[in-house]
C-alpha cells in the first residue's frame, strides 16, 4: 500500500533534548511539508521541501531543522531552541507542490515535553 | 484578521438534517480552495476541492463566492459518521503555501 509513515505516534521529550520525528512516504511525490497543529489553531507550516537537497522555511520555522537527502524521506529535528515544543506534528506529501497540489497526510506525531 | 477564518463551533446537528458552515479568507489572490476532514486525533484527509462553479460529491456540495471573499460546505442528510472537525483550506497561487483555518466542530447526534 501507499501512504506517508511517521513515527514515532507519540514522543516525550524532556527540556533541553533534541528530538527527530520521521516521516517516510512511498508515493513517489517531490513535495513534502512539516506542519504543526495546537489545540484551537489551523495547521502551521514548519519547512516544505520541492526537490531532494533543498527546503525553505515555513512561517514558523524558528527551533526546527529538516533535511532532505532522499526523495522518500523528510526528517524534522525539533531542536532545544524551539520554546514550546509541545504538540501534534503533521507531515504530508504531493505530487510536485502546484497550487492544485493535493497534500496527503501521515497519521502524525504528538510530541510532550515534560 | 486572521488569513482564513471559520466558526469553530460546535454545530450540533440531528441526525438526517442539513448543515452548513462558510469559511472567510482575506487573500482576494487566493486561487485555490479546499475542504478537509479531521477526525479526533488524526490526520486530516482531503473532503474536496472547490471549484468557481461549486461543486457536488454525493450529500456534500461546495460553493465559492469570490465577491464575498468566502466558500462554503453544505452536507445533506448528515450521518452520524460525518462528526468531524471541517478545515477549510485556502492557496494562492503566488506560492505553494496552504493556508489553513482552525477548524469547525460538527456533531450529529442520533
Known amino acids: 500500500d501507499g501512504g506517508i509513515t511517521q513515527s514515532p505516534k507519540y514522543l516525550f521529550r524532556k527540556e533541553g533534548q533534541n528530538v527527530t520525528l520521521s516521516c517516510e512516504q512511498n508515493?513517489?511525490?517531490?513535495?513534502m511539508y512539516w506542519y504543526r497543529q495546537d489545540p484551537g489553531q489551523g495547521l502551521r507550516l514548519i519547512y516544505y521541501s520541492q526537490i531532494v537537497n533543498d527546503f525553505q522555511k515555513g512561517d514558523i520555522a524558528e527551533g526546527y531543522s529538516v533535511s532532505r537527502e532522499k526523495k522518500e524521506s523528510f526528517p524534522l529535528t525539533v531542536t532545544s531552541a524551539q520554546k514550546n515544543p509541545t504538540a501534534f506534528y503533521l507531515c504530508?506529501?504531493?505530487?510536485?507542490?502546484?497550487?492544485?497540489?493535493?497534500?496527503?497526510f501521515g497519521p502524525g506525531t504528538r510530541l510532550t515535553v515534560l | 484578521r486572521k488569513e482564513v477564518e471559520q466558526d469553530p463551533g460546535p454545530f450540533n446537528v440531528p441526525e438526517g438534517a442539513t448543515v452548513a458552515f462558510n469559511c472567510t479568507y482575506s487573500?482576494?489572490?487566493?486561487?485555490?480552495f479546499f475542504w478537509y476532514r479531521q477526525d479526533c486525533r488524526k490526520e486530516p484527509k482531503l473532503l474536496m476541492s472547490v471549484y468557481s462553479s461549486g461543486n457536488e460529491d454525493g450529500r456534500f456540495t461546495a460553493q465559492l463566492n469570490r465577491a464575498s471573499q468566502y466558500i462554503s460546505l453544505l452536507i445533506r442528510d448528515s450521518k452520524l459518521s460525518d462528526s468531524a472537525t471541517y478545515l477549510c483550506?485556502?492557496?494562492?497561487?503566488?506560492?505553494?503555501?496552504?493556508?489553513w483555518g482552525a477548524g469547525t466542530k460538527l456533531i450529529i447526534k442520533p
Open positions: 504530508a506529501s504531493s505530487i510536485w507542490g502546484g497550487s492544485t497540489d493535493t497534500q496527503y
Open positions: 483550506v485556502v492557496k494562492a497561487d503566488s506560492n505553494y503555501q496552504l493556508i
Open positions: 508515493l513517489n511525490h517531490d513535495a
Open positions: 487573500n482576494s489572490a487566493s486561487q485555490s
